[in-house]
C-alpha cells in the first residue's frame, strides 16, 4: 500500500494545479495536456507552499500543504481572462497514430528499464533519496541535518522542489520508497507523451505535433536509459522545460494566460535544479527579444513569465539565508572563479560524455532532423538560443571546478545537457519548409 | 511555419524516422538480453547500474535488523571509495540512525569511526578492532559491537 500511496500523492497534483487551468482561458489546450499542465502547476505551487512553511517555522502537513497550493492555483486564476476553444477537430492520420504509438513504446521501454533497476540514478542514493527522507521525518527542510560536517554532499542550496515533493509523497506513504522514485521517469515521461502533442497543436498540425512529441519522448528515454536518470532531478526539469518550451513557440504566445502558465512551469524548472534557472532566463529574455512590442507590453510579458521565477527562488534563497545555511548557488567557488586552464578537459570531456550516451544518437538524431526540415524560422531562435545558453552556462559551471573536471563530466555532461535535443525537435517545428523543397 | 499540406507530412515522417531509429537503436539493445535475465525482479534499484553498489546496498541492508534504529554506528571497507558510497547510502537506508564516515571524499576521519558503537564491515576478514563483540555475520560481512572507550 504504501507505494501506491507514494505515487498516489504525485498523481494528485493536478487537482491543485485545476484551479488555474479549470479556467476557459485553457479549454484551447486537450483535456489530456490540461490535466498534464495542471498537474506541473500544481508541482510548482505546492513545493513553492512548502518552502514558504519552512520560511514561516511551520511543520508540514499534507492539508495544509494541499490546500495552500490551491489556493494559489485560485488566486492565479483571478489574473486569466477570456475563453479559448481547442483547435478544430483534425485527422490524426497514419504518420501521427504511428507517432502516438512509438512515444508509448518508448514509455515503456522507460518503465521497464527503471522496473528492472536499469536506470536508476546515483544521486538518488547520494542526496535526492536521503534529503527527501529526513525532511519528511522533520516535516519540513532539515536544517540540521544539511548542516551537518559530513554532509556537505546533500548540497544544502539545491533549489527544493524535488526532494519537497519526494518528502511530501514520504509523509503521505509513511516511508520513503526508493522504487517509486525511480518511477517518477517513465510517470513524468508518460505525462509529456500526453501532454506534448496537445500543447503543439498550436504550432503544428494534429500529426506533426504527434511525431515531433515522439521525436523529443525517445530522446529523453534514450538519455534517461543510457545516462540513468531515474530518481533523480533531471526528469521532472526536462518536464517542467518542455512543456514551458513548447507554450512558449506557440502561436497564441503573446496571451497573458500561455505567459503565466508557462512563467509557472519555468519556476517549476528552476526550483528542480541549479540549471532550470539558467533555462528560465534565457527561455524568458529570448521570448522578449523576439516579441517585439511596446516597452510596457513587453514589461507586462516578462513580469509573467519571471515573477513565478523570482518569487519561488526569492522563498527559497530567504529560508536558506535566514537559517545560515546558503545564500547563493556557491559551491564550486565565487561567480568569475574561473580555470580556463581545464579547457582541454571540458572540449573533450563534454563530446566524450554524449557519445557515451547512446552513441550520441539522442543529440545528433534530433539535429539532424532540424537541419533536414528546412531554414529554421525567426521563432527558432529561441528553442536553439537557449540551448546555446545552457551550454554555455554548463561549460562556464565546469570552467569552475578547481581540480580537473574530467571524472564530473564523464557522468554529468549527457544528463545536464539532455534538454539539448528536446530543444533541437521543438526548433525544427519552426522550420519554415523541408530543404528537400527549398532545394 | 504551417506550410503547404505536403511538406508539413513529409516533416511530420522525418521527425517520425528520428523517433524510430532512437527506438531501434539505442533504447532496444538495452532490453535486448534474455528474456530471463529481462523477468528477473531486481533485489536493489541500481542491480543494472551499478552491480558493486548492488551488493553494498544489499549488505547494508541485511545488516538492518541487527542494530536499534538510532544506532550510531560506522561503516568500513577495503578501500576508500567503497566507503565513501557504504557511508551515503547509510545515510538513506538508516534515517533514524547516526552514520559515521571512517573516510569522506577519500579523507580518512579516525576520530568520527571511534565514536560509532557499532561497525559494519563489509567483506572485510577480520575485525578492525580486535576487541569487538560479533553480532552477526551477513552476506558480505558482518557487525560488531565496539567495546566503551575508556
Known sequence: MAPLAWLGTLILLPLLGAPLLARGAFGRFAPGARVVLAAGVGAALVSFAMTLFCLAGVPWGLAAIALAAALFAAALSALVRGKATAPAQERLGRTGALAVALSGVCVLVALAATDAGAATSVDLFYFWGPKAQQFAIARGVDTAFLAGPFHDYMHAYYPPLVASLDALATIAAGRFSWTCATLTFPLLLGALAVALPGVLRGAASRSAAAAVSALVIAAIAVIGVRANIAGNGDMPLLFFETLAMALLLRPDASDPAVQLLAGLLLAGAASAKVEGLAFALAAAALFLALRGGGLADSAKAAARLLIPTAVTLGAWFAFGATRRLFTAYSEYGPFFALHPDHWPSVATGIPLALAATGRALPYAVPLICLAAAGRPGRRAILPLGTAAALLAFVVFTYLHLATDPSQWISYSAARILSPLPMLFALAAVCARRLSREAA | ?150
Open chain 2, 1 to 150: 511555419m504551417s506550410g503547404p499540406a505536403p511538406d508539413r507530412a513529409r516533416r511530420a515522417r522525418l521527425w517520425l524516422a528520428g523517433a524510430l531509429v532512437l527506438c531501434l537503436f539505442p533504447l532496444m539493445p538495452r532490453l535486448g538480453r534474455s528474456l530471463r535475465e529481462q523477468l528477473r525482479l531486481p533485489a536493489t534499484p541500481v542491480d543494472r547500474t551499478h552491480g558493486e553498489w548492488a551488493r553494498e546496498w544489499l549488505f547494508l541492508e541485511s545488516c538492518q535488523p541487527f542494530l536499534p534504529s538510532n544506532a550510531r554506528f560506522t561503516v568500513l571497507a577495503a578501500d576508500a571509495d567503497t566507503e565513501m558510497a557504504l557511508y551515503m547510502m547509510a545515510i538513506g537506508l538508516f534515517p533514524a540512525g547516526q552514520p559515521l564516515p571512517h573516510t569522506y571524499y577519500g579523507m580518512p576521519h579516525p576520530e568520527q569511526a571511534a565514536a560509532a558503537q557499532y561497525s559494519l564491515e563489509y567483506r572485510k576478514s577480520a575485525p578492525e578492532n580486535p576487541r569487538a563483540r560479533l553480532i552477526a555475520r551477513v552476506p558480505d560481512g558482518a557487525i560488531y559491537e565496539r567495546p566503551p572507550t575508556p
